[in-house]
């Protein structure tokens, strides 16, 4: 069974930093790609970054310079730092796991973990 569990969420003022993790269990984490999402009380669910098996990322245009994601196989952990914080950032940040085996996709969620930045 495949557990992300997130932390590092909080409060924090516009300009500020946060740092998420997410720790992954239950897949073979090289093999995965990783992914950040964000909802926003009223909003779809949106991509905020990704990060391949190959460490190839991608970010969404609003966070381009801002944010930045990485990997450390060797712990498991997926990472989420972000820079000069805006109110509009304010969200649940979620993790996300994609393992494809042959024709085989599995993709995971964790629990989110709340982001509000005050103006």
């Known amino acids: 069974q495949v557990t992300l569990v997130e932390s590092g969420g909080g409060l924090v003022q516009a300009g500020e930093s946060l740092r998420l993790s997410c720790a992954a269990s239950?897949?073979?984490?090289?093999?995965?790609?990783m992914g950040w999402y964000r909802q926003a009380p009223g909003k779809q669910r949106e991509l905020v970054a990704t990060?391949?098996?190959?460490?190839?990322?991608n970010y969404a245009d609003s966070v381009k310079g801002r944010f930045t994601i990485s990997r450390d196989n060797a712990k498991n952990m997926v990472y989420l730092q972000m820079n000069s914080l805006k109110p509009e950032d304010t969200a649940v940040y979620y993790c996300?796991?994609?393992?494809?085996?042959?024709?085989?996709?599995?993709?995971?969620w964790g629990q989110g973990t709340q982001v509000t930045v005050s103006s």
């Open positions: 996300n796991s994609v393992v494809v085996n042959g024709p085989r996709k599995l993709t995971s």
């Open positions: 239950g897949i073979i984490f090289s093999i995965a790609a």
């Open positions: 990060i391949s098996s190959a460490e190839s990322t």
